[in-house]
Nanobody, 124 residues
Framework: QVQLVESGGGRVQAGDSLRLSCAAS????????MAWFRQFPGKDREFVAM???????YYSDSIQGRFTISRDKAKNTLYLQMNSLKFEDTAVYYC??????????????????WGPGTQVTVAP
């Protein structure tokens, strides 16, 4: 089992920056690709960004150029640096980990472990 806990959410103004963190614990060696998803009220979770075990990254078009995903393997921590935040970025952000090696999925059901989420609110 891998446990994930997000932190770093909060309320900011449009144009501000936030950095989300996701601390992993347990059998972290079983976590391969890790990702950030977000969920708007009444909507399904949508893909934001992912990073593979060898640090290959992939981003959603909606945040490309504004958000950066990274991971510190020594600290077992995943990050999402969010710059130039917009009102429409307001959502609950979740980190997720995939237990299958060699793939980089963008759909939620492919991920095995999830954190409880952290709220990001961007005031217009």
């Amino acid at each position: 089992q891998v446990q994930l806990v997000e932190s770093g959410g909060g309320r900011v103004q449009a144009g501000d920056s936030l950095r989300l963190s996701c601390a992993a614990s347990g059998r972290t060696q079983d976590a391969y690709t890790m990702a950030w998803f977000r969920q708007f009220p009444g909507k399904d979770r949508e893909f934001v960004a992912m990073i593979s075990r060898n640090d290959a990254t992939y981003y959603s078009d909606s945040i490309q150029g504004r958000f950066t995903i990274s991971r510190d393997k020594a600290k077992n921590t995943l990050y999402l640096q969010m710059n130039s935040l917009k009102f429409e970025d307001t959502a609950v952000y979740y980190c997720a980990a995939d237990r299958i090696a060699g793939r980089m999925p963008t759909v939620p059901f492919e991920y095995t472990w999830w954190g409880p989420g952290t709220q990001v609110t961007v005031a217009p």
